[in-house]
Nanobody, 123 residues
């Protein structure tokens, strides 16, 4: 059984920064792709960024140049560095893992999900 535990959410002013982390427990194979998704109130969940075992990444256009995904290969912890935050970044952020190694932003390819951590950006 794989469990993903997110942390690091909170409140920030527009222009500020936050760093999210996701610690996996259970067996996360080195071949898994991992990523971050988010869901704002009244909206569908969307892919933010993903990273595959080869370090290949994909970002949603809305966060390119502002967000950076990284992974500590020693313990599998996934990070999301969020800079230049804007109110539109306000959402519940979810960590996810996929058996596939394709850095897709499509949530249908992800098999394991965390409970989410709230990010709120005020103007």
């Amino acid at each position: 059984q794989i469990q993903l535990d997110e942390a690091g959410g909170g409140s920030a002013q527009a222009g500020g920064s936050l760093t999210l982390s996701c610690v996996p427990s259970g067996t996360i194979y080195s071949s898994y792709c991992m990523g971050w998704f988010r869901q704002a109130p009244g909206k569908e969940r969307e892919g933010v960024t993903t990273i595959n075992p080869y370090g290949e990444t994909r970002y949603a256009d809305s966060v390119k140049g502002r967000f950076t995904i990284s992974k500590d290969n020693a313990d599998g912890t996934l990070y999301l560095q969020m800079n230049s935050l804007i109110p539109e970044d306000t959402a519940m952020y979810y960590c996810a893992a996929s058996h596939l190694n394709i850095p897709t932003l499509s949530e249908g390819y992800f098999h394991y999900w965390g409970q989410g951590t709230q990010v709120t950006v005020s103007s």
